[in-house]
Each structure stands twice: as structure tokens, then as C-alpha cells.
């Protein structure tokens, strides 16, 4: 942590008891999310535990030329993925902004413009790269939207997030739908595997790294998925077309941001609970509250604005008044203080800490005293460094689950997101509470943290990949 030594002291005396996460807290936590995981295995209920209708991991010997998209909030891409064995491939893409009359308009058209998309992507990028035979190419869909899945190339959407609005496919198999709009169009594509990110970002990074088992996202919201024994799935329905797997596994998608929804396991301050109730999901992805990027951030702002709202920030001359609503601006606004701005304070590593100045009176039109200065950074060093630690929480979880350090090899975590990838110091705390919770000796030796790979590219296509084996088609 930083130097606070112009801060007010009582502020940090409260502060650091509020965000406080002591090494005492992890067994309980960690028998908790275990207790949790397993109870997603057997009930509909607390932590999704989603089944993926995948089977089994790459081994990164796989080869060909298959197709994936990705359609998320903002973007739709277009990949054509090379897979070469030896955990090498290539990747070449392409990136459409969905616009608003898109995101509110028919979900028929909508589906008629990504077909479009793909076949203009096929003339411009995929040329000479047609299959031999006019065999058709194998796309694997990475789909951020929630669908009732019912079997890796079936799922119904149940509804829109993010601003779309295409009512008229609510309800029907959007694998389908796509299918239906590019045979209208006569390409040479099936499209034979749905996933999310998440899973991708498991199939991906095992491609490259042989022996992975869990993917991770810890950006602006955070996942896991994982490889699972299938006799453990035991609320599979008998009628269901993943109710047996030929490899006596599947990967599980978590949905782990639900952790402690029920319980109430989760260490929680006033902070937390406006932040909570505020949301437009309270009481609900817990979890995620307290460890993601959209999140966190949001605490920050919170925690700020009551500080300032107490006289306690941002106070100019001997009259001591705190600053109004109307004066602190977009700080008073939910949602106006995001993970760059956060990170970027944190960086701030100078004695006067200027840089932290100049983002308030740049971006809030707010003066900054050394006192202020010290106390932001040390708001967000508390709230990242306990979501860093809590992070670690669900990894010691999964290893501990799956009895992972038992086995001869390496445990190797994939992980995606900016959190992981970009914010200072995030990755250095979850590596040291991991060694809290384990042993620094153990972590050394068997844990490996890597950044993953590309989940919706790379990932889509080794899906669509492992459909095809599956049914005993060439890729």
C-alpha cells in the first residue's frame, strides 16, 4: 500500500477495518465456494453450474481451417482460424459495429446482416481457402446472450441484453436462425458448436497449453469454466442429449459470479450493500460485486463520494464545508468512475502523486489536496487488492475441488480479462493470497497462472472443431 502518512488517520483506521480480508477468513470461504460448486452440480439452484455439452479438451494436435464469430454488446467478428498441431495456429479477423437500428430492430434482420458479414468475410479474406470437395466450412458461434442450451449446436434465446431488442426470435434456437439465414445466402458453412467466452477461453488456452483445465475471466465481469467428471453432473436429466459423455467428462460453465447469492458467505461492508442495492440486480451475482472491473470501480466512486460528502475529500480553505452533489459532478453519478480511471491512480507511483491531481481536476473539476491525493489511492489500492484476494478464493476452490495438485503435471489456470491482464498489481495479489491459502513452496511448483488465449476467436473454432470429431466429420 501507499503512503498515507498526510491522510487523515481515523479515515484509514475505518477504511482499512472495512475492506479488511484477513488470511484467517480463506478455509471458510474456500469449504464454502466448494460446498456451493458441488451444489450446482447436483440442484438447479445457488451457482448455475452450467453443462456445455462439451466433452473434452483440445490436445493441441488438432488441425484445419474452421470459422467462429463472436457477437457481443458493441461488435460482431468474423475469424478464420488455422489450427497447425503443435498448439500453433493462425488467426485472421474481422470487426463489424452492430449499429442501433440493428440492436432495436427485428432479430430477423439482425441475423440476415451477420450472414451478410460472414459471406463478405469469406470473399475478402478466406479466398483460395475453400474446402476441398465442397465440403463447408465449420463455424463455432460465441453467443453473450442468455439461451436455454440443449445440445452444442441448439440453443434458445430466452432473452436480450445490452440495448437488443429483436423480439421475434426470443424463444427460438439461434443456431438455427443463423443457419436459416446462411444457406439463404448458398455459403458454404454449417454452423455446429454454441458457447460463451468463457468456455472458449478454456478451449483456447488448452490448444496452446496441454494439461489446462480452468479458464477464467476476470475483466469487467468474471466466469470459470471447467473441466468436470461427468458422474458428478448429477442433475442432468435422463432425457437430455448430455446425460452420458463417450469421454466420462464435460466442461462446466460456473456462472461463479453467484457465489454467496444464498449463502451470504461473502464478507460485506455499507459499501457493498448501497452498491448492491443499487444495482439493477440486487441481491443477485454477489461474487461478481466484489471481484470484477465494472464492479469494483463502482465501490471506488461510492466510497468517494461519501468521503467528499463528509468533508473528508475535497474540502478548499479553513471553513471545513463539504463539497455538494452539484460541485462534485460526474463523481456524484453512478457508474462515472470506471477500471481505467481506477487503475490509472493506482499506477500513480510519484511522491506528490500529480498524476491522481490532474485526473480530478481534468476529469471532476475538483482540486486535490496531498492529503485527498493519498487517500483515493489508498480507497482503490483496498478495494482491488481485497477483490484480488477474493479472486483467489474461487481458483483455490476449483483446484481444491477437482483435487488438482494430486495430479503428476502442472496446474495451469488460463486467464483472461483486464483486471488479470492490465491493472497494476492485480495479478501480484491473487499470486500472493493464493500462497496464503496453499503454500508459497506448493504454488510455485504446480500453479501456473497464464494469460489465455483468444476465448472468442480461437475458442469458437476449436468448439466447432470438437463438434465435428465428435461426429466423425473431418474439420
Known amino acids: 500500500m501507499s503512503s498515507t502518512a498526510n491522510a487523515n488517520p481515523e479515515v484509514i483506521f475505518r477504511l482499512t477495518k472495512d475492506f479488511a480480508f484477513p488470511i484467517s477468513a480463506y478455509d471458510d470461504l474456500v469449504n464454502q465456494f466448494i460446498s456451493e460448486l458441488h451444489e450446482g452440480l447436483n440442484y438447479e439452484q445457488k451457482m448455475p453450474m452450467i453443462p456445455t455439452f462439451v466433452y473434452e479438451l483440445p490436445t493441441g494436435e488438432e488441425k484445419g481451417v474452421i470459422l467462429s464469430l463472436d457477437l457481443g454488446g458493441t461488435n460482431l467478428r468474423v475469424c478464420r482460424t488455422t489450427l497447425f498441431g503443435g498448439g500453433n495456429f493462425d488467426i485472421i479477423h474481422k470487426k463489424w459495429t452492430i449499429s442501433d437500428a440493428l440492436k432495436k430492430g427485428p432479430g430477423s434482420e439482425l441475423f440476415a446482416w451477420i450472414a451478410d458479414r460472414i459471406g463478405e468475410f469469406l470473399a475478402s479474406d478466406c479466398h483460395g481457402a475453400v474446402h476441398e470437395d465442397d465440403k463447408k466450412y465449420p463455424l463455432g458461434m460465441t453467443f453473450s446472450f442468455p439461451c436455454e442450451q440443449l445440445d452444442i449446436n441448439v440453443g434458445k434465446l430466452l432473452n436480450w441484453t445490452k440495448g437488443f431488442h429483436g423480439k421475434d426470435v426470443i424463444g427460438k434456437d439461434v443456431v438455427k436462425v443463423l443457419q436459416d439465414c446462411i444457406d439463404a445466402k448458398n455459403l458454404p458453412i454449417t454452423v455446429n458448436a454454441l458457447i460463451n467466452d468463457t468456455v472458449g477461453t478454456l478451449l483456447a488456452t488448452t490448444y496452446k497449453h496441454p494439461g489446462c483445465e480452468v479458464g477464467i475471466i476476470f475483466g469487467t465481469g468474471t466466469n470459470c469454466a471447467y473441466l468436470e467428471d461427468q458422474s458428478q453432473i448429477t442433475k442432468i436429466r435422463p432425457d437430455s442429449a448430455n446425460f452420458t459423455s463417450h469421454t466420462g467428462h464435460q466442461v462446466i460453465n460456473t456462472e461463479w459470479g453467484a457465489f454467496g447469492n444464498v449463502s451470504g458467505a461473502l464478507p460485506s461492508n455499507d459499501y457493498d450493500r448501497y452498491l448492491d442495492s443499487r444495482s439493477s440486480q440486487p441481491g443477485k451475482q454477489l461474487y461478481e460485486k466484489v471481484v470484477s472491473g465494472l464492479y469494483i470501480s463502482e465501490l471506488a466512486r461510492i466510497v468517494l463520494h461519501d468521503l467528499a460528502k463528509h468533508g473528508n475529500l475535497f474540502v478548499e480553505g479553513a471553513s471545513g464545508t463539504p463539497k455538494t452533489d452539484a460541485e462534485l ?28 491531481g490532474n485526473h480530478f481536476q481534468t476529469m471532476y473539476n475538483l482540486k486535490t489536496s496531498q492529503s485527498d491525493r493519498e487517500t483515493i489511492k489508498y480507497v482503490c489500492q483496498l478495494i482491488s487488492a481485497r477483490a484480488a484476494r477474493l479472486s483467489s478464493v474461487g481458483i483455490a476452490a476449483l483446484i481444491k475441488k477437482r483435487e488438482l495438485l494430486s495430479k503428476p503435471h502442472q496446474v495451469i489456470i488460463g486467464i483472461d480479462g483486464s483486471l488479470f491482464n492490465k491493472y497494476p498489481n492485480f495479478r501480484q495479489h491473487l499470486e500472493g493470497a493464493l500462497n496464503e491459502i496453499f503454500d508459497a513452496a506448493t504454488v510455485t511448483a504446480k500453479i501456473s497462472l497464464i494469460n489465455a ?16 470429431k465428435a461426429l466423425g466429420l473431418q474439420a
Open 453 to 468: 488465449e483468444d476465448g472468442s476467436g480461437v475458442g469458437g473454432a476449436i468448439a466447432a472443431y470438437l463438434a465435428c
Open 329 to 356: 459532478g460526474d463523481l456524484a453519478i453512478k457508474e462515472r468512475f470506471d477500471g481505467a480511471m481506477m487503475g490509472g491512480i493506482e499506477a500513480d507511483t510519484s511522491a506528490d502523486l500529480q498524476a491522481v
